[in-house]
């Protein structure tokens, strides 16, 4: 197995967050340059069939994209420490709590760094308008995260969890744009300083 | 267990075909109306925590929201037909197309209706270059899943899986602006067809 990864962006960080809290280390990772368009040559789109990364290369050739899907892989073929949930309960409810990271923030946040900050411009038509918006977007669900943390130490339950690692690297990446958390909210601050200290932190970035 | 939903609504939809293709009819379905703002009121706030549906409330009281994770919690509850993928492999495949076709097309078209729709206003401030925008990144995904088709008989192998019920359920719900499929990508419109014909097209709708 290959994992094509890149430095800086957003989804090749969840996966290399994720490959850090699993102490994964026996796994090729071959770094690309998105900016200068790697991932559009015809030898990238040969063997992923996609201009994206990550993108996790199996033993027989078939390409796996998408960051949570890589990571759901992984899971099966390092099960410890457990981040996906232990039951089907569980599962449900770090999926949902995963999913509102990304949909709620994660994805708001790096809308509004692709359409906002002037050296990504090479990858996309900037639209200053959903930029804002975006960024509106992700600052208003910020306080369902700050409640939950008021309940829990981290955004799944009592564990890290593929939950955090989205809703975190989501975060980080959107320092971008100057994006902060602020000191209403004291619980994602707390539960953001934790994670900071984590040797996983720095993975990816 | 009890599941709120909301005819016309794409979330739920796709919890309501998934339900069609399982033959899951004991579950108790509660249909509200979210244009009415119920989702809004008190009452429901307190029983699910925030104003969405689709929302699976356990026997102990806990709120499940995010359609796939009620969906992956109902898979576990009732296995057969599998629409996850049976092992990690086909698990992760399936759950990569099933994100492609939510963030390639089903959540940029449900931002063009959201924004393109004038019975929608309600719902949020409309900004028509976030439907145009979405409507045109939602039309270029789709040579993606045609190439898929042309060597697949659905998207996720060669039974309906979970990603096709949310690609199908987010084209569904995109003729409320008019989008349909040319004439430019027959796999997808043989696909369409066969999915259209099965009991589960009508769920929810």
């Given at each position: 197995m290959?994992?094509?990864?890149?430095?800086?962006?957003?989804?090749?960080?969840?996966?290399?967050?994720?490959?850090?809290?699993?102490?994964?280390?026996?796994?090729?990772?071959?770094?690309?340059?998105?900016?200068?368009?790697?991932?559009?040559?015809?030898?990238?789109?040969?063997?992923?069939?996609?201009?994206?990364?990550?993108?996790l290369?199996?033993?027989?050739?078939v390409?796996?994209?998408e960051?949570?899907?890589?990571?759901?892989?992984?899971?099966?073929?390092?099960?410890?420490p457990?981040?996906?949930?232990?039951?089907a309960?569980?599962?449900?409810?770090?999926?949902?709590?995963?999913?509102?990271?990304?949909?709620?923030?994660?994805?708001?946040?790096?809308l509004?760094?692709r359409?906002?900050?002037?050296?990504?411009?090479?990858?996309?038509?900037?639209?200053?308008?959903?930029?804002?918006?975006?960024?509106?977007?992700?600052?208003?669900?910020?306080?369902?995260?700050?409640?939950?943390?008021?309940?829990?130490?981290?955004?799944?339950?009592?564990?890290?969890?593929?939950?955090?690692?989205?809703?975190?690297?989501?975060?980080?990446?959107?320092?971008?744009?100057?994006?902060?958390?602020?000191?209403?909210?004291?619980?994602?601050?707390?539960?953001?300083?934790?994670?900071?200290a984590?040797?996983?932190?720095?993975a990816?970035?």
């Amino acid at each position: 197995m290959k994992l094509y990864t890149s430095r800086l962006a957003p989804n090749p960080r969840r996966v290399r967050w994720f490959m850090a809290e699993k102490g994964i280390t026996d796994l090729e990772v071959v770094d690309i340059d998105l900016r200068a368009g790697v991932q559009k040559s015809p030898a990238y789109l040969a063997e992923v069939g996609l201009p994206v990364a990550p993108a996790l290369i199996l033993d027989d050739g078939v390409a796996l994209t998408e960051s949570l899907a890589i990571c759901r892989y992984l899971e099966a073929l390092y099960p410890e420490p457990n981040m996906f949930g232990r039951d089907a309960r569980e599962a449900a409810l770090i999926e949902m709590w995963t999913r509102r990271a990304e949909l709620l923030v994660a994805h708001p946040l790096m809308l509004a760094v692709r359409h906002g900050h002037p050296a990504l411009a090479v990858l996309e038509t900037q639209i200053p308008a959903i930029s804002e918006t975006s960024l509106a977007q992700a600052g208003r669900a910020l306080g369902l995260f700050e409640r939950r943390l008021a309940d829990c130490r981290f955004v799944g339950g009592e564990r890290p969890t593929l939950a955090d690692g989205v809703l975190f690297t989501g975060l980080e990446f959107a320092r971008m744009v100057r994006f902060r958390l602020e000191e209403t909210h004291p619980n994602l601050l707390r539960w953001q300083a934790e994670l900071r200290a984590r040797p996983s932190a720095e993975a990816g970035a």
